[in-house]
């Protein structure tokens, strides 16, 4: 079982920047995969980011330049840095990660104002 916890959303004007960080409650050495996703009210969930044990990222064409995904196996800890948000961008955030199974994070909410 791994537990997720996300942090670091909240409500920035448009051109502002945000980290949300997600923290897990094991070893991300021992996760093959961590990605954030993002969800609307009414949309499906999409990929934001990913970063897997190799340490190779992809990004939503959406967010490329903009949004960074990085870790600290020291914290067990995933980041998105969020930088030039635009009002498109306000959504819950979601961590993912997956060893054999799928995990959640119960999501943190980004509000960007214009």
């Known amino acids: 079982q791994v537990h997720l916890v996300e942090s670091g959303g909240g409500l920035v004007q448009a051109g502002g920047s945000l980290r949300l960080s997600c923290a897990a409650s094991?070893?991300?050495?021992?996760?093959?995969?961590m990605a954030w996703y993002r969800q609307t009210p009414g949309k499906q969930r999409e990929l934001v980011a990913s970063i897997n044990s190799g340490g190779s990222t992809n990004y939503a064409d959406s967010v490329k330049g903009r949004f960074t995904i990085s870790r600290d196996h020291a914290k067990n800890t995933v980041y998105l840095q969020m930088n030039s948000l635009k009002p498109e961008d306000t959504a819950v955030y979601y961590c993912n990660a997956i060893t054999v199974y799928t995990y959640w994070g119960q999501g943190t909410q980004v509000t960007v104002s214009s």
């Open positions: 094991i070893s991300i050495f021992s996760i093959n995969r």
